[in-house]
Nanobody, 118 residues
Framework: VQLQASGGGLVQLGGSLRLSCAAS????????MGWYRQAPGKQRELVAS???????DYADSVKGRFTISRDNAKNTVSLQMNSLKPEDTAVYYC?????????????WGQGTQVTVSS
């Protein structure tokens, strides 16, 4: 299974970016897909996640500004980021989880840099 993320870049304060991630692998289907981010000197944190059925969850810091969506047929997940702030600057990682009983298999993309300038 491979996750390929794209869409990062440099944007000014208040701007928008859209991240996309495609999961490939024969028969792969994720129960949960999401985005994490890691800023320099900080721990990786959950930004947003979405279940197969569409239920979403967001970090408090991005609620109202970011929107996560997924296409189950295409095995893709996207993150629309609006009203970006300098504190959103980080490497963003696509994540997919497959739940097997009580076990969780995590798959990660390669990370894409998002830089917000003030």
């Amino acid at each position: 299974v491979q996750l390929q993320a794209s869409g990062g870049g440099l944007v000014q304060l208040g701007g928008s970016l859209r991240l996309s991630c495609a999961a490939s692998g024969s028969g792969f289907s994720a129960d949960v897909m999401g985005w994490y981010r890691q800023a320099p000197g900080k721990q990786r944190e959950l930004v947003a996640s979405i279940l197969r059925g569409g239920l979403t969850d967001y970090a408090d810091s991005v609620k109202g500004r970011f929107t996560i969506s997924r296409d189950n047929a295409k095995n893709t997940v996207s993150l629309q980021m609006n009203s970006l702030k300098p504190e959103d600057t980080a490497v963003y990682y696509c994540n997919a989880k497959v739940l097997i009983g009580t076990a969780v298999n995590n798959y990660w993309g390669q990370g894409t840099q998002v830089t917000v300038s003030s």
